[in-house]
């Protein structure tokens, strides 16, 4: 039950550190939305947290709760009728959604993309 096995977790892509001999990674904890000023000097305001640290919100990492609802992210209405038009219920088919399927829908196109690709980035998701 350590942050590295949690679906909050966010790991730091940088380096592995090193504390009195022992390799550990840092990562960001997106339990709670971020702050506006953050407290800590982690990333956009989340929390800064060891790998090997718990606390009692822990949720392990499972096909059913690796990736929050769909219904969470309220997507723009671009994004909105493009995911209905392809059938995308879920965020494991829309990363497996090929890009040129995506621009095939009407009225979505390399900007509805990026922001579509950059509210998934906040949650550690890439397409």
């Not at 939305?33 to 989340?46: E, R």
């Not at 309220?74 to 209905?84: A, I």
């Not at 009407?106 to 906040?122: A, D, I």
């Amino acid at each position: 039950m350590k942050c590295g096995n949690c679906k909050y977790w966010e790991a730091d892509e940088g380096e592995v550190e090193e504390y009195f001999g022992t390799p550990y990674k840092l990562g960001w904890c997106h339990r709670y939305p971020p702050f506006t000023k953050p407290l800590t000097t982690g990333k956009h305001g989340y929390i800064e947290v060891n790998e090997s640290d718990w606390c009692g919100e822990f949720r392990e990492i499972t096909p059913e709760t690796k990736y929050p609802p769909f219904n969470f992210f309220k997507f723009g209405v671009r994004t909105q009728r493009m995911l209905e038009q392809l059938g995308i219920k879920t965020i494991e088919e829309l990363i497996a959604c090929p890009k040129h399927e995506m621009f095939g829908v009407r009225n979505f196109g390399p900007g509805s993309y990026e922001q579509l690709e950059n509210k998934l980035k906040t949650y550690g998701i890439k397409l």
